[in-house]
């Protein structure tokens, strides 16, 4: 199988114009014959429904929790990047273009990346039109901040909230449609497994999750927005109920998984405080605008920190990264923190943390600007550990936090399933092997909001589409497969909960498959992930019953998915002998403990076919090829 990208030709600043001027369109009369699923109304989703319903289609809407508002999007807190060039401090376009290239580590398409910085100054006016409370200066413009591997201040927030303020926008205009009659919502409803027929997308199964019904939705053409798989690990920043089926079980039907290896581990997070413990907290990063990281410089040294006087600290990434300092990206922080925590200089009584120290920021800028810009931070941080941080410093530590890998897709954002799109972060678009901070809400809304709903309907214009029914043989082959699945889960009654193998197997994936990677550790890891999950399907245990709300039995679907994209995870690391971004494989790093990469061999996106349960999948590599930034060993010193 060849992979074509489908990317225009021509100079990148007019390769998106050229697109879109290109594309079939639809006549509106013609729009509202037209059916489209959306799964997920999360920022990426919810502003596609969104757009969509308002272009005129017939969509229906999918989600598991009981309101869109309550998406994982909500959780973001720091804010999203657009290429205003507000602050005048030198930002452009092909600022953001080249940073977020450089960012990921020359392992995303250049082309898609150009695109995203184009498209980030429209959502930004979007946003504002729709009411979003962007934090302004006291004359009313809009205010920026600055977010890691970018000396432009070029990131647009709403205090700590960004997430939730973007999200009600989006919301909003959802339910616009959804009064008019274009948008259908269904919420509480999983999406089970993808309807392929005769090679195109044409519909799903899903599950009640509160009457247990298994039902059939048809469409000519399929949207994916169903976020991250970061909850492999069990322990992660995301919210509980993030999961990878709707993009694992498209992946069984045929769409390739693109760079699975490529996770992002969060510099600032609040170190893990116990064994019973399943969730991890962001501290977000914005604070890295004013807080200032350090270790004492002595190894094993357990005094309180006001106890440390200044010249007995370390301010490692200052030491070692002047020109960038403390907004190292994310990789590179996650990185050093380990780094000094190994040598037995971190803090706290695991030694697994450092501090986030704002005693600086506030004798500068004074207590009150501090509270405004982060204000629900701090609130959070104290509630949780019980310490004020605006009189001692955080203890922070890395965690997962975002996945770059997901569902390939061409520059149109369709899989490799004619008819199947996927947007946001379930898929691999833009972020190449480290995604800069306050991206993921740019990418999520120029998918949604400005991009899908253009090439879903160059799709549509340009391909017939005969009409589908539910007596089609494929649509009861995936019911049948839906009911088996379920039934198993149900009928192995063994003597281990669905959490206790999701722990142990998080566990696997965090220490083998994690900030730092080794052939021999991703070995042993696949070993243990394929036992584990041999023991998972003869004695987990799930009770009660399919015909009701049955939270069990809705993560036990999803730990079983979680099992085969752990492996296929671990044979992604292992099969890429060099380091890039936020895969670190210790065999492969420069003299002074930096990513090495291998751009001979490996300047590639890896996308993996299915071969069936337990066998070794299938790669395909896609060429990348770098006609604007090339490619250099990357220093933020
Ligand atoms: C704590 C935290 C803070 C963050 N802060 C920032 C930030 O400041 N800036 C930034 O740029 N990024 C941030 N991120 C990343 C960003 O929040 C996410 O990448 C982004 O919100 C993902 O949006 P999405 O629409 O792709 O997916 P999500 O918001 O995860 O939405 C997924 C949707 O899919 C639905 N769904 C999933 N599976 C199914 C299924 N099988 N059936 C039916 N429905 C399904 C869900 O119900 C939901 O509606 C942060 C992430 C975390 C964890």
Partial sequence: MELNSRIPSGPIEQVWDKARFDMKLVNPANKRKHSLIVVGSGLAGGSAAATLGELGYKVSCFCFQDSPRRAHSIAAQGGINAAKNYQNDGDSIYRLFYDTVKGGDFRAREANVYRLAQISVNIIDQCVAQGVP?????????????????????TFYARGQTGQQ?????????ERQVQAGTVTMYPRTEMLDLIVIDGRARGIVTRNLVTGNIDIHLADAIILGTGGYGNVFYLSTNAKGSNATAIWRAHRRGA??????????????????GEYQSKLTL????LRNDGRIWVPKQKGDKRKPGQIPESERDYYLERRYPSFGNLVPRDVASRNAKYVCDEARGVGETGLGVYLDFSDAIKRLGRKTIEERYGNLFDMYQRITSEDPYQVPMRIYPAIHYTMGGLWVDYYLMSTIPGLFVIGEANFSDHGANRLGASALMQGLSDGYFIVPYTVGDYLATNKLDSVNASHPEVRNAVACVQQTVQKLLSINGKRTVDSFHRELGRIVWEYCGMSRTAQGLDTAIGHIRELREEYWNNVKVPGSGDDFN???????????????AELMCIDARERNESAGGHFREEYQTPDGEAQRDDEHYSYVAAWAYRGYGNYPELIKEPLEFNYVHPSQRSYK
């Fill in 166 to 174: 973007l999200l009600l926008g989006a919301y909003q205009a959802l």
């Fill in 283 to 286: 501290m977000s990063e914005s």
């Fill in 134 to 154: 962007f934090a302004r200066e006291y004359g009313g413009t809009l205010t920026n901040r600055s977010f890691g591997g970018a000396q432009v201040s070029r």
């Fill in 551 to 565: 939270q069990s039995l809705e993560k036990a679907g999803r730990v079983a998915d979680f099992f085969e994209l």
């Fill in 256 to 273: 390739l998984f693109a760079n699975p290896c490529f996770t992002q581990i969060h510099p600032t997070c609040i170190p893990v405080s």
